[in-house]
Every structure is written in C-alpha cells, then in structure tokens.
C-alpha cells in the first residue's frame, strides 16, 4: 500500500516499550508534541457535547423490527469479533522483541508493527500498531502477519471477510440513500484493497503533551472501526473544537474516507479525527479501511450530477494526500473541491 497517510515508518525500541509500560517514566522528548498537535493546543468540547458520529447499530439500521435477531442473523458475528479482539490484546501484551519479529522496515512496505506515522518535526504518536493488508487476497503479505499468538491469522483472517462483506451491505443501503444502481457503488470498492490496522494506545501521566494519533481524516473510501475495550480518546474536529466520541458498546464506528466523500460527490463527508491518550487505561481499537476508486480514479459516480472535485488518479491522490495531511493539517480533497 503506497501511501495512507505515512510518511515514515519507526520501529519500537526497548526504552519506547519501558516508557509505554510505566507511565511514571519520563516522557521521551521525541514523544512530546509542541508543535500545535499535542490535546493542550485544541479546544475540547465541553461534557455533554459528546459528537454523535455515524455510529451504526448495524441490528437497527438492517432491520428496525428485530434488533437482536439481527445482530446475530444479519451483523457481524459476535464469536468472530471476540477472536479478533482477544488476538489483538494477546498480540500487544507480548514482549516487545516477539512483537518486533513482524517490525516494520523503515524503506519497505507499510505494512507490520511499529509507529506507523512520524510528523515531519519527526514526532512520534503515542502508540504502537501493527498493519497488514487483509484484501486482496493475493495481496497478502503474510511475513507481517504474527504467527504469535496462534490464533492471530485465523482471527484476522475472518474479521477481515466479516468486514468486506459488512462494507457491501453498507454500501447497498448507502446506494440507496443515494438514489443510485447498488452495482454502482459496489463496483467501485469490490476487489480493492482491506488494510487492516489495530493500536494501542498506553497511558501516559501527562496525556497533553502527547497525541495517540495526530488529527487527520483517512484517505481510503470507508473506515470501520471497533473499540476492543471501552476506553475513551477519540475525538472528532467539529466548529473548531474536538469532540470526543463514546460509541455505544457493541457498535462499530463507521468513518466516511475522503475517497467515499469524492465518490458521493460530497454527499457524504469525511471528518478530522485524533486519539487522546488515557491518564489510566490503554485504548485498544481494530480499524479496518475499505479502499475504492472507479478504473484506477478518484472521482465523482458520474450518476451524481455535475462533479464537485476534480478527477485524481489513485497514484497521486495518495502521493498529495500524505504530503497535505502532514504539511498542514488539513483535508487534502478541499484542493480538489471546484
Ligand atoms: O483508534 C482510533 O480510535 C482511531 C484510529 C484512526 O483514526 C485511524 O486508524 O485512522
Ligand atoms: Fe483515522
């Protein structure tokens, strides 16, 4: 995968894990964020001005009637994620040097664990993640796939099906939002790339001097995002001020990719999102990215009118949009509004 918003990649050292590991340690400097990302530089919504996102209750958006029925007969199946979520938390709680036999590979692909994001001031996120490409299936790059725990593969290799096939439901129901053919938006996503990518984010005794994940919108046509615990530190940019999101327990975080938000011709839109860090509790999320383009483009569904953003070739819409998140903050598709 050439691009998602990585402009570097940097393996975890042992004194990052002894940091991550106790919160009283002192924050390594190239952790602490003084240049305008750290939590202390934006204003945070005030309690009960929690964001309502596109949470989607998957058992009422499918089926009104028969809510939990249809989580078991229609969602995504409980015994699938709980294997996810349980591979994953076995995964980070490993010593670091198991954890390093998928490391990145500063110059290689974007693929295997590390820090997969280094500000051009070369700060550090707080957190250690591991990326793999689920889809397509040939693609798969299994030397960044753990072998440890044992149930990793098997684990990621069925959520990532449940969340293809949960993306072309989603999409069906979108398509009819939207007025158009399902197989026009279906087309666009089917047989393109899945990357799959689970965080963790430590506490740290001083949660504003560092950012879980620097603000920025995702690159990629849809986002689907689950908690693995319930700790709190997301929040998403809204009137100036960042508001933080608790989903409800069970339901998955649906993000809408600033490629989703050119395809629909802005119909619907992709906002800017950070993580906070905990004083307390790590975070844990699995996030999977649905990519999706029409014959290698970026572009509006020509059945949705006179386009609003200009056309991009694939290639260089994930050469800008790394270069525009990194250098100012901003969504790279608003260079592409007309
Ligand atoms: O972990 C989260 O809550 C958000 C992760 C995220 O924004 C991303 O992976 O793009
Ligand atoms: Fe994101």
């Not at 990585?6 to 964020?33: C, G, K, S, W």
């Not at 957190?127 to 040939?138: D, G, K, R, S």
Request: net charge negative; proline share 7%; glycine share 8%.
């Amino acid at each position: 995968m050439e691009g998602f918003k990585v402009i570097n990649r940097d393996i975890i050292t042992e004194a990052t894990a002894m940091a991550f590991a106790d919160p009283h340690l002192q924050i390594p400097d190239r952790y602490i964020r003084a240049d305008g990302i750290s939590p202390a530089a934006g204003v945070v919504a005030g309690d009960g001005e929690n964001l309502e996102l596109p949470v989607v209750d998957m058992a009422r958006l499918l089926d009104p009637e028969h809510r939990e029925a249809e989580l078991i007969n229609h969602g995504v199946d409980e015994a699938v994620i709980q294997k996810m979520k349980d591979s994953t938390v076995n995964f980070f709680e490993l010593p670091l040097e198991d954890k390093n036999a998928v490391a990145v590979r500063p110059g290689g692909t974007d693929e295997g664990f590390g820090h997969h994001f280094r500000s051009s001031a070369g700060k550090l996120d707080w957190a250690e993640n591991l990326i793999v490409e689920t889809q397509p299936f040939q693609q798969r790059n299994l030397e960044f796939w753990p072998s440890n725990p044992p149930t990793f593969r098997d684990s990621i290799d069925k959520y990532a099906m449940e969340m293809s096939n949960l993306t072309m439901r989603l999409l069906r129901l979108m398509a009819s939002d939207l007025g158009v053919e399902h197989e026009t938006l279906l087309a666009a996503f089917r047989g393109k790339r899945q990357i799959t990518a689970l965080h963790h984010y430590p506490p740290c005794h001083h949660p504003e001097k560092v950012i879980g994940i620097t603000p920025h919108s995702d690159g990629f046509g849809l986002t689907l995002l689950l908690q693995v615990n319930d700790t709190p530190g997301l929040q998403v940019s809204k009137d100036g001020r960042w508001h933080p999101v608790r989903p409800l327990p069970g339901a998955l975080i649906i993000n809408v990719g600033e490629t989703l938000e050119v395809l629909t011709n802005g119909h619907y839109k992709s906002v800017f999102h950070r993580v906070v860090v905990d004083t307390k509790r790590s975070r844990v999320t699995i996030v999977v990215f649905q990519d999706a383009c029409i014959d290698g483009v970026v572009k509006p569904l020509p059945e949705l009118g006179e386009p609003r953003y200009h056309a991009i070739g694939k290639s260089e819409y994930f050469k800008d949009h790394i270069t525009e998140v990194v250098g100012q903050g901003e969504r790279f598709i608003d260079t592409l509004k007309k």
